[in-house]
């Protein structure tokens, strides 16, 4: 498995490093929600509250049918997650930590009650595990229509040594159908899956079925299977596309469009 293609250095969270992080002011006992991006081109981040726990009740702009207790919550290239975190009495500076799959590096924010001090964070931190798909299979979204569903298989491909990336086609989607798609990654990194112009349920991951979250974006790690489903309820020619950009402009990208 390759977990990073690239490197940068500097990694931002509302464009500052830890040399010069974002401090937030907030009261003492606060609720806090924190609505996060992944808008990075190529790197997954793990948010990480440390010693806290927060309740996770969206992803991608969707909520949750049911909330999860979180500390941590996998982000690939576009994702996003909404956590409500209450702040402990008495507590110091919060920091909250984005750190980079496979690897040391981190960046962060923090959040500060009346008065806390402030102690400077390294950079480098201990290596953050690659994003799966564990917290995929426990999120819960909404009741999955009883209708069938047109299903329809789609590999993506490429490799690191020619780094050239591509993904199958979509048949034309019939307006007013409900269609599956089986996204069946055959190559050795995660590919971040962005669908234009719909909403999409995970409905199964290596072939266990599951009412999971909707979302626009869903990670597929190598050697994996993630099933999405959806209505054709919005005709036009929509980008189906991997969200890694490097992957994006080397192949990885189509179009569905409808009938």
Do not use: K
């Not at 072939?207 to 869903?218: E, I, K, N």
């Amino acid at each position: 498995m390759d977990v990073n293609d690239i490197e940068y250095d500097a990694y931002l969270a509302n464009d500052r490093t830890l040399d010069d992080p974002e401090v937030v002011a907030i009261e003492a006992r606060a609720r806090v929600r924190l609505r996060v991006i992944n808008g990075s081109a190529a790197t997954g981040f793990h948010l990480d509250l440390g010693e806290l726990s927060g309740t996770l009740v969206a992803v991608d702009g969707d909520d949750l049918a049911e909330p999860l207790r979180v500390s941590s919550v996998p982000l690939a290239v576009s994702q996003r997650a909404d956590v409500l975190l209450d702040m402990p009495a008495g507590t110091g500076v919060v920091p909250v930590m984005f750190r980079r799959e496979g690897a040391r590096e981190r960046t962060a924010i923090l959040l500060r009650p009346p008065g806390a001090p402030i102690r400077r964070i390294s950079e480098l931190g201990d290596p953050a595990p690659a994003i799966g798909l564990e917290l995929e299979t426990r999120m819960r979204g909404p009741a999955i229509p009883v209708r069938p569903a047109r299903s329809v298989i789609v590999p993506l491909t490429g490799d690191m040594a020619s780094y050239r990336w591509g993904m199958g086609d979509v048949p034309p989607l019939r307006r007013g159908e409900r269609i599956e798609l089986e996204l069946r990654n055959t190559t050795m990194m995660s590919h971040p899956m962005h669908l234009h112009g719909h909403r999409f349920q995970v409905v199964a991951i290596d072939g266990r079925r599951l009412q999971g979250a909707s979302r626009d974006t869903v990670l597929v790690p190598p050697m994996q299977r993630v099933t999405i489903a959806f209505e054709a309820d919005n005709p036009g020619p929509w980008p189906f596309h991997c969200h890694h950009l490097y992957h994006q402009v080397r192949g990885m990208e189509t179009l569905v469009r409808y009938a």
